[in-house]
């Protein structure tokens, strides 16, 4: 099997023009996360782009070329933008695919998904964290937060948006997998992503895994490709472990005693068990090998400019310098795209070209982007079957 049907890759060159485009429209927020990267709070910073600022963005990004990297609007909670229709308009009219990434707050209802998605909003995220209110809200510390999340997916769906759902991976929230994997299939969704946590914010101490849960986490996840679309997020290792598996799925070897798999992965196997989905119907999603600086870029509330939201360095200042020049030229961008920059384990992997680790993790734990991801916890060359990977890595 060649290597983009296990581990896809960006067909245009990724050092050229990035996939996604995340904007964070503000830090304003009427939620109160315990993981937030921002810190959001309640007020409005003046430093934002304003409308045009914003709309010469936009126009920037569009620049990049077609196929033109999908927009999305983020915060903080980007309905605590007035502009956010226009934006949206504005998006839509310089040939831009515009999404949403909102808060569920009460400003998230029904007469908002139908004004975005008039506005040209074609998907949207939502976050869930928990399988049920008292876990979400507790995790979002304002009540009604997961009755709100998933009345707008169900709206969502209805009026015909592709829906992300992201849930947050901590020690405190892994338990819940399963019975958000219920959630998620029984609703449907566009992508449910497991966001690896980068403790940074409030997250800071919120309680990362271990690696070895961090493992049992990324093999339960693959377990689930055929019942629901499931990707990660600051979790590169995901791609490592597809195609770990099928190289030994292909030998017919248990991949719990060659991966050495640990009691979290078969709590988690067990309990998904007892829902009795039978054989998947889904055929797998493969990751796609886009990471810090290399497909993404984030730009601020302010103009800066950043590999990832969670890799607090800034790059340059879309208002002093256009993004394309940026994200092509800038020393940080073009540094991260080298993988030979990588140390410790990361620069000694084998399956370094199609992972990389999370450099935005790496930074919050060392001060240093290009450092080994700490929640990975493979020993590069310990997979018995060097030749199958290699082989796959070069098809």
Known sequence: MAVTRVVRTVRHDPADRPLLVIWEATRACALSCVHCRAEAHPARDPRELDTDEATELMRQVASFGKPSPIFIITGGD????????????????????????????????RAALVGLQEAGVTAMSL????????????????????????????????????????????????????????LVREHGAMTWSAFMLVPMGRGVDLGVLSPQQAEDVMNYLYDLG???????TEGHHFRRVNLQRHVLEQRGVDHVSALGLGDLYRELTERTAAFGWGDGDRNRRPPVNVNAGYGFVFVSHTGTVHPSGFLPVSAGDVRQQ?????????????????????TGRCGDCEFGR??????????????????????CGYQPGSFPFADDVTALLAS
């Open 322 to 342: 256009p993004l394309p020049e940026i994200y092509r030229t800038s020393p940080l961008f073009t540094g991260l795209r080298d993988e030979h920059r990588l």
């Open 354 to 375: 199609v992972c990389g680790g999370s450099r935005s993790r790496a930074y919050a734990t060392s001060g240093d982007p290009y450092a080994e991801d700490p929640l």
């Open 127 to 182: 976050s869930l964290d928990g399988a049920t209110a008292a876990v979400h809200d507790g995790f979002r510390r304002v009540p009604g937060t997961f009755d709100r999340t998933v009345s707008a997916w169900e709206t969502a769906r209805e009026l015909g948006l592709k829906v992300q759902v992201n849930s947050t991976m901590s020690s405190r929230t892994v338990h819940e997998l399963p019975d958000l994997a219920r």
């Open 78 to 109: 980007c309905f605590e933008r007035p502009d956010l229709f226009e934006l949206v308009r504005r998006g839509r009219e310089l040939g831009l695919s515009m999404a949403v990434s909102p808060s569920g707050t009460a400003k998230l209802d």
């Open 226 to 232: 055929p019942y629901v679309p499931v990707k990660t």
